[in-house]
Every structure is written in C-alpha cells, then in structure tokens.
C-alpha cells in the first residue's frame, strides 16, 4: 500500500510546513482531515485540493484539547475510514531566553509542542493497536537534537517529543506491532512560525537567519510523503533536514 488511499490526519494543516504537506499528499491520493485552530484557512486549503481533483476535509482542531483529536479521528471515521497516519504537527516557538522568564509562553509550549503531540497520539493508539499497524510521524525540530541560546523551552518540547517517539518505536517493535515512526528536524523553514515569538531580540535574530538560508516547506512535505510511502515493514525514522546555507 502507498500513499494513494491512506487516510492521513494533519494537525497545523492551516499554514507552512502542514499545508504544503496537505497539498502534495492529495496530489499523490491520500484522504487527508485537516486540523488546526482557524477554520478560514482550513478551508481555503480544502477547497483548493478539491479543485484539484484531491480528498480532503477539515475540523477545526486545538490540539491541547484531548477531545478536539478525538473528534478529528472520528471524522476522519465518518468520511473515509480509520486513519492510517497522523502527523503531529502543529507547533509554536516563541523564543526567549531563560531569564526573560516568559512563564506563560513556556507553558503554552509545553501544551502544544508536546502535550498536543500526546494528545495525538492517544487519539489514534487504539485503532493502530487493535490494527497492530499505522504511522505517527512527528515535527520536532534541529532544536531537539542541539542546544541553542533563546531555545530553552521550545527545545525542552521537541527534545521531548523525540523521546517519546524512538520509545513508541522500540515498544511497538517489542509488541511485535508493525506502527511505524518518523520524527522530522526541520532547520529554518520559511513558514509563519516566527509570528509566534514575542521577544525582541530572539525575533531580530530569527528574521535574519530565516532571511538569510531559509527554505520553502515544501522540503519537509516531500520528507512526509517519502516517509509514507515506504512499504509496511520499513520505518524510515529520523530525518534533519537543513537548507544548504545554514551551517
Ligand atoms: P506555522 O506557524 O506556519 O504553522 C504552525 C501550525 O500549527 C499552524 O497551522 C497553526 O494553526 C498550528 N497550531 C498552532 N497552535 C495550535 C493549536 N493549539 N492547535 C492546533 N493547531 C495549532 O509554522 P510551521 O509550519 O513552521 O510549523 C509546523 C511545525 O514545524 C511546528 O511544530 C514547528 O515547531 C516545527 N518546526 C518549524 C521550523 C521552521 O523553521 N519553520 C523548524 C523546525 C520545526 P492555527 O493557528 O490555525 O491553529
């Protein structure tokens, strides 16, 4: 089985690296349930796949709430089928450093960028156990494998979601399930991420690197789709992806 009919959940299908891997999923025919918090742009996106010939709804998703993913796979359900795939996407990063103590973007971090991603995985685990198969692919970021000033908490998360996808890996391999894993290190994408940060100095900062070296999200869509599209006993699991110009 390839991508074509696989019904793949997309959470932060609204904008950057979900959208453009919404797009070219339904390009190769996959269903795709698109989740994210701003219904307007979900359905903009839908209606352009429809357009195009390709499968996909939406559902307006707040990944911290537990039911919110719930009510995505039972949409996915109810228009096509069990999911087959979802991928943990949605994310924020407001960077600062430590001793700005900005205690409410931290928790709002830790709520999205990891608990979000467990309340995905929780909504799909049962249908992917009792299946004994399925595919959680995962955003982190190349602030998950390294330590960088400003990344203190955003790091924390995506060092965390890391974790938490090699140990589904090794425990469905020990189950002797066939779920399959990917945990994606994106470096500087040019999406709307930085909108999210509120610090001055760290937002100067990003805006002249992202300037400077940043890539389309395209590159991580066809990282998704290259991932899917593996046959069900291979688990392509760990991908950094960096422009060329960033060191
Ligand atoms: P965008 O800001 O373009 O996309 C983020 C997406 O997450 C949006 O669709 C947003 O939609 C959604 N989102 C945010 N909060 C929530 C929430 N509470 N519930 C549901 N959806 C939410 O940035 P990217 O595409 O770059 O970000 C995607 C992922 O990639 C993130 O996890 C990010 O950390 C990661 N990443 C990005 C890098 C980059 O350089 N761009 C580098 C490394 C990792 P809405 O506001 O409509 O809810």
Redesign the pocket.
């Known amino acids: 089985m390839t991508i074509k009919n696989k019904i793949v959940l997309i959470?932060?299908?609204?904008?950057?690296?979900?959208?453009a891997t919404a797009k070219l999923l339904a390009k190769h025919g996959a269903k795709l349930v698109l989740?994210?918090?701003?219904a307007g742009?979900?359905q903009t996106i839908v209606d352009g796949i429809q357009q195009a010939g390709g499968q996909a709804i939406y559902r307006v998703?707040?990944?911290?709430q537990p039911a919110?993913l719930t009510a995505l796979v039972a949409a996915a359900q109810e228009a096509f089928g069990e999911p087959d795939v979802i991928f943990n996407?949605?994310?924020?990063?407001p960077t600062s450093p430590i001793s700005a103590l900005k205690t409410a973007e931290w928790n709002d971090m830790i709520?999205?960028?990891l608990k979000?991603v467990l309340n995905g995985v929780a909504a799909v685990m049962p249908i992917f156990t009792k299946r004994r198969s399925g595919q959680i692919i995962t955003?982190?970021?190349?602030?998950g494998i390294k330590s960088f000033p400003g990344s203190g908490v955003?790091g924390a998360t995506?060092f965390a979601v890391r974790n938490l996808m090699e140990v589904i890996r090794t425990e469905s391999a020990q189950e002797g399930t066939n779920i399959r894993t990917a945990t994606?290190?994106?470096?500087?994408?040019?999406?709307?991420?930085?909108?999210?940060i509120t610090d001055q100095s760290a937002l100067t900062g990003m805006k002249q690197l992202?300037a400077k070296v940043?890539i389309t999200?395209d590159a991580?869509a066809r990282v998704v789709d290259f991932a899917i599209d593996q046959p069900a006993d291979v688990n392509v699991n760990e991908f950094t992806i960096y422009p060329t110009k960033q060191a």
Do not use: C, F, W
Request: aromatic share 6%.
């Open positions: 959470t932060g299908a609204s904008s950057g690296i979900g959208e989740g994210a918090r701003r742009k979900l998703t707040d990944v911290t919110d996407n949605a994310g924020i990063m709520d999205i960028n979000g955003t982190s970021s190349v602030a955003y995506k994606l290190y994106p470096a500087a994408i040019n999406t709307e991420l930085l909108q999210t992202y940043g999200p991580i």
